[in-house]
C-alpha cells in the first residue's frame, strides 16, 4: 500500500527530513500495544519499537508516538521488525488530561483529518458533555462530525428535536443520526467516509462506536479484535487500532473515556462557544470571566434567555478548569526540573559525572 492510500498527504510530504530518510523508512503507526507499536508503510507491516534514545528524552506522553503517527523507522530482520527513531511534526492531535488527579496528557490519536463524536440516543445523551467532546475536537484542529447513535430507541419527532436543539447552539456543525439495528442512516455515514482521509470514533464507553465501525466493515469482523469485558461483563474497546475501511478510508476506534478533562483550549473553546466570545468583547473588563462582574455582556444575554444557563456554566466551568490544570501542570513540570537539578549538583559533589 503506498503512502499517499495510508494518509501521506501533501502536508506530510513538504514535512520530511531529507537527513532522515537516508537511512530511515517513513511509516505510520497503525497499533499502539502494551509493550511495541505496529507500522505499515509500502513494504507491509512491521512490529516496532522506539529508540532508547527517544525513551530516555520523553518529558510527557506526548514524545512518544501514537495511533496515527508517522515515524522514521530503521528496518531490521528483513522488514519484520522496525526501530522508531522520531516521530514526523503532528498535522493534528487528540488530546486530554488523564482521568483523576495526575496533571498530565494523554495523547488519543494523531493526524486526524474528521472526529466522530458518538453520542447515545438513551438515557446517555448529553448536550454538556458533547460540548465537551467539541472542545477537544476544535482544539486538536480537527473537523467534528456528531454521530447520534440508537436512533431506534427515540421517535422520529424527538430525533428532529434533538438536532434542532443541537444546531440551535452550533449552527454549522454537522449531524448525523443512525441505528446499529435497523441500519437507517448508515448510509449517510458511509457517504461522509473519504479514500486517504483519518477518522476517529470518540464517545463514552457503551454508545455504540465498536459496532457501527463492524457495520461499516460489513464482513471483516476479525479486524476489530481489541475488545474486553470489563467488569459488568460488557464488551469494551481497550485497544487504540488504525483499520482501514474498503473505499480506503482510514477510522481509529478508541475507547470510552469516563472522564474529559482539558487543559489549555484556549482556540478549542473559542470554537465551540463561538456566540459567547463574540458578545464577550462587549464586557465592561477585557478580563471579565463572565460569572459574576458587573457590565458583563454574558451574564446579560443569559438574562435575556439568549443563552441558555447550562451552557453558559458549562463553558465558564470550563474556561476555569484548563487554566487551573494548565497553571497545575506547569508548576508541576517546574517541580521536576527543580528535582533534576538538584540530582545534578549533589552528583557532582560525589563526583558522579554523568557518562557521555
Ligand atoms: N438500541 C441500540 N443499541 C445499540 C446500537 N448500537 C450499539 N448498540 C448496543 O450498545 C452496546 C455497546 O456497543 P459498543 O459498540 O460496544 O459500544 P462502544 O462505544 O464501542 O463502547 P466502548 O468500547 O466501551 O467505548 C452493545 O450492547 C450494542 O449492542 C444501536 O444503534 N441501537
Ligand atoms: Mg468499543
Ligand atoms: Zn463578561
Redesign the pocket.
Known amino acids: 500500500m503506498s503512502l499517499q492510500e495510508l494518509g501521506f498527504s501533501d502536508w506530510f510530504m513538504d514535512q520530511v527530513d531529507p537527513a532522515q530518510t537516508t537511512e530511515y523508512k517513513i511509516a505510520r503507526v497503525i497499533a499502539v500495544n502494551k509493550d511495541n507499536y505496529a507500522l505499515r508503510n509500502n513494504a507491509g507491516d512491521a512490529l516496532a519499537e522506539v529508540t532508547g534514545k527517544l525513551m530516555y528524552g520523553a518529558t510527557s506522553p506526548l514524545d512518544y508516538p501514537a495511533v496515527g503517527d508517522w515515524v522514521y523507522a530503521q528496518y531490521l530482520d528483513e522488514n519484520s521488525f522496525a526501530i522508531i527513531h522520531q516521530i514526523m511534526p503532528r498535522k493534528s492531535s487528540l488530546q486530554r488530561k488523564t482521568a483523576g488527579k495526575k496533571i498530565e496528557f494523554q495523547l488519543i490519536a494523531a493526524n486526524i483529518d474528521t472526529a466522530f463524536i458518538?453520542q447515545?440516543l438513551d438515557a446517555n445523551y448529553n448536550l454538556r458533555r458533547l460540548e465537551r467532546y467539541l472542545v477537544m475536537v476544535n482544539q486538536g484542529n480537527i473537523y467534528p462530525v456528531i454521530l447520534l447513535?440508537?436512533?431506534?430507541?427515540i421517535s422520529a419527532d424527538e430525533l428532529e428535536q434533538k438536532i434542532a436543539q443541537i444546531h440551535k447552539l452550533m449552527p454549522d456543525v454537522k449531524i448525523a443520526a443512525?441505528?446499529?439495528?435497523s441500519d437507517s442512516g448508515l448510509d449517510d455515514i458511509k457517504a461522509l467516509l473519504i479514500s486517504g482521509n483519518t477518522y476517529c470514533m470518540i464517545?463514552?464507553?457503551?454508545?455504540?462506536?465498536?459496532?457501527?465501525l463492524n457495520n461499516l466493515l460489513g464482513g471483516e469482523m476479525f479486524e476489530v479484535q481489541a475488545?474486553d469485558k470489563?467488569d459488568k461483563g460488557?464488551?469494551?474497546?481497550t485497544r487504540r487500532q488504525l483499520i482501514r475501511l474498503e473505499n480506503g478510508a482510514m477510522i481509529i476506534?478508541t475507547?470510552?473515556m469516563r472522564e474529559l478533562g482539558n487543559f489549555a483550549v484556549d482556540s478549542g473553546l473559542s470554537d465551540t462557544f463561538a456566540e459567547i466570545v463574540e458578545l464577550a468583547v462587549n464586557c465592561r473588563y477585557a478580563d471579565c470571566t463572565h460569572s459574576l462582574e458587573e457590565g458583563c455582556a454574558v451574564l446579560q444575554a443569559v438574562k435575556d434567555k439568549v443563552i441558555e444557563p447550562e451552557r453558559h456554566e458549562n463553558y465558564v466551568k470550563m474556561n476555569k478548569e484548563s487554566a487551573f490544570n494548565e497553571m497545575s501542570y506547569l508548576e508541576k513540570r517546574q517541580k521536576d526540573k527543580d528535582f533534576g537539578k538538584m540530582i545534578q549538583t549533589y552528583k557532582k559533589q560525589f563526583g558522579m559525572r554523568k557518562k557521555r
Open positions: 458518538v447515545s447513535c440508537k436512533s431506534d430507541l443512525f441505528s446499529n439495528i464517545g463514552s464507553s457503551g454508545v455504540g462506536k465498536t459496532t457501527l475488545v470489563d460488557r464488551h469494551t474497546t476506534d475507547p470510552g
